[in-house]
């Protein structure tokens, strides 16, 4: 997929303060299959100063944005491959978060490009279980486990 899965969604569902492209105010991140294998999502994201929790160190809240939105990203695009359908055809596969655990391994230096890595661990029925694990100069610092769902059509 050359385009990230965000510049796909419809736009009444490119809103979103996380990833949507209508959002001039939001973070606008940006999910992509990986060329090197194509099971894992791959987003990466600049923190900005004003994104600091103490001198340094990236703000925890930011992080589970980060880990929020690229799952359900992942998810949409998932739900697309799994129904063999290319990405952006109506109806959209959009989602919702159910449930959203985030596990802070090592405070996240807020100085570096920070790769998030999602992998998708069940689709079963209207509910898809992500996996995400957030990187700083290489090193683990975040681990998410997001459960979705699929919006209906008609919502």
Same mark, same amino acid.
């Given at each position: 997929m050359? %385009?990230?899965?965000?510049?796909?969604?419809?736009?009444n569902y490119a809103v979103c303060y996380g990833c949507g492209r209508l959002n001039e105010h939001g973070l606008q991140i940006k999910s992509f299959w990986d060329a090197a294998n194509p099971d894992i999502a791959i987003c990466h994201f600049q923190p900005k100063r004003y994104h600091t929790a103490v001198p340094g160190f990236a703000y925890g809240g930011l992080l589970a944005s980060l880990i929020d939105c690229h799952a359900t990203g992942t998810a949409a695009a998932a739900m697309y491959r799994a129904a063999g359908r290319a990405p952006g055809t109506e109806p959209a596969f959009r989602f919702v978060t159910g449930t959203l655990n985030v596990r802070y391994e090592a405070p996240t230096p807020i100085d570096t490009l920070l790769e998030l890595r999602a992998t998708v661990r069940e689709i079963k029925g209207r509910k898809v279980i =992500?996996? =995400?694990? %957030?990187?700083?100069?290489?090193q683990r610092t975040v681990r998410g486990e997001v459960v979705v769902f699929q919006l209906m059509p008609d919502l």
């Open positions: 050359s %385009l990230p899965i965000q510049a796909t969604y419809p736009d =992500v996996d =995400v694990e %957030l990187f700083a100069h290489g």
